[in-house]
């Protein structure tokens, strides 16, 4: 059966065109002169001086009106925005940055200038799915794209923080990448500029139960989808997530207990989500490990949402170094034991992380006209050919 149409309920960007994956800023749809791509400035000839030629002024005035609109055109990307917009760069700084690993840390950034508008822009984005924004490499003109992390019950932000429209991400340190390395070199206090948000997938209002398969960095994402699914718990609807999440290293989600260590015989939905743990001792458990200082940040974030929503979410940890990889097994258990009830609507597996990982969960994505695109399913989802889930690959 061919995949549950994931087009419709998940879009590339809130932009008209989509940028690569690794965008060069200067590579703008319609490049403008730019720093990087200077226009040619005539060199004057001592002969002859400016005066006696008319077309030497004409010349003169071109370049200084293209240099005017280069000009122009770079202050409209560094814009003097407050307000984070997909259109231009706004300016943020550096507030903190805290290791989450040896090659991870939590960024916290705050807008160089206030505006209560901030607020509303995330929440808009948080409304609909998953979203990132692109930071730029100045140096090299480049930009990245990076997932805002939620706030919860373990978030670092203060409430002040938030009310500045503070956004923190959680960012691993590739030792060959530019901007990853850059990001983790600059000093605290130092200017950030970003750009967003770009709608990754939106997750319809409709859908009751996520899947995510997150390779490291992914689970960023993920616990976005948790934040954005979850908000819309009400007496009547009780949507969840279960997380399967992979690292190469147990310091990459260290403290991190898995929910269905061994496969539960009930399924998820009664062993996972039901098990023989009461919802308090569940909670217990969550705030002990939320306590241990050698617990990962990231994994208190996932123990403080499940505790913000008990019995909705669940995570198992899967570890290179120990062996342990998400396989067709683990994923069967999860889609086998869903409630079959059908008021529960909709059901989406999301995959998320470095691409040989999506590739080998769901097939690659393809790149076509300048576009970013789903491409066909393929890899394990496919092989295992799972009926009434959507699949999108982040
Ligand atoms: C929507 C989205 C959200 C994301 N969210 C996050 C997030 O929250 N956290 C996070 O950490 N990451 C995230 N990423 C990944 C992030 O955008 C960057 O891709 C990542 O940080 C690496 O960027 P870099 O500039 O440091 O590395 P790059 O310079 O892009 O290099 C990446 C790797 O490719 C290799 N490489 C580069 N050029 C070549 C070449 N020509 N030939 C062979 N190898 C080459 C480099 O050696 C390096 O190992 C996200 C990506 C997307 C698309």
Redesign the pocket.
């Known amino acids: 059966m061919k995949p549950h149409t994931p087009s419709l309920c998940c879009r590339g960007s809130l932009r008209a065109v989509a940028r690569p994956?690794?965008a060069s800023i200067a590579a703008s749809p319609s490049p403008p002169p730019s720093a990087s791509n200077p226009s040619p400035i005539p060199t004057p000839s001592p002969k002859s001086s400016p005066g006696s030629n008319p077309r030497r002024w004409l010349g003169i005035i071109f370049v200084g009106v293209s240099a005017a609109a280069a000009g122009a055109y770079i202050r409209s990307q560094s814009s003097d925005s407050a307000t984070l917009n997909p259109d231009t760069f706004t300016k943020y700084s550096l507030v903190s940055r805290e290791p989450v690993s040896a090659t991870?840390s939590l960024f916290t950034l705050r807008p160089r200038k206030p505006s209560g508008d901030n607020y509303d822009v995330y929440e808009e984005a948080w409304r609909v799915g998953v979203w990132?924004v692109m930071f730029k490499?100045p140096q090299l003109q480049?930009g990245?794209?990076?997932?805002p992390l939620p706030t919860t019950a373990a978030t670092s932000l203060s409430v002040d923080d938030e009310n500045e429209g503070c956004l923190r991400?959680?960012?691993?340190k590739?030792?060959?990448?530019?901007?990853?390395?850059y990001l983790h070199s600059i000093d605290v206090g130092a200017d950030v500029e970003l750009r967003g948000p770009?709608i990754?997938c939106a997750i319809p209002s409709e859908t009751d139960d996520i899947l995510f398969i997150a390779g490291g960095?992914g689970i960023?994402?993920a616990l976005q989808a948790g934040y954005s699914l979850l908000s819309r718990t009400n007496s009547e609807r009780r949507p969840r997530i279960h997380i399967l999440w992979a690292n190469r290293l147990k310091d990459d989600c260290a403290g991190g207990q898995s929910d269905s260590a061994k496969p539960q015989p009930r399924g998820w939905f009664s062993g996972w989500f039901g098990s023989s743990k009461t919802l308090e001792s569940k909670k217990q458990d969550a705030v002990a490990v939320m306590e241990d200082k050698h617990t990962s940040l990231i994994v208190r974030e996932l123990e403080a949402l499940k505790s913000q929503y008990p019995g909705q979410v669940t995570v198992d940890y899967y570890l290179d170094e120990e062996n342990t990889f998400i396989g067709k097994k683990d994923i069967m258990n999860s889609i086998q034991s869903t409630p079959t009830d059908s008021s529960r609507k909709s059901k989406l597996i999301l995959v998320s992380g470095p691409e040989g990982f999506i590739s080998y969960m769901a097939g690659p994505k393809l790149w076509a006209q300048g576009q970013e695109l789903q491409g066909p399913l393929k890899g394990v989802i496919r092989e295992l050919d799972l009926k009434e889930w959507g699949v999108w690959k982040?």
């Open positions: 994956r690794y991870s990132s490499q480049i990245r794209d990076y997932t991400f959680f960012i691993r590739d030792p060959f990448g530019e901007v990853s390395r770009k990754e960095t960023a994402p982040l």
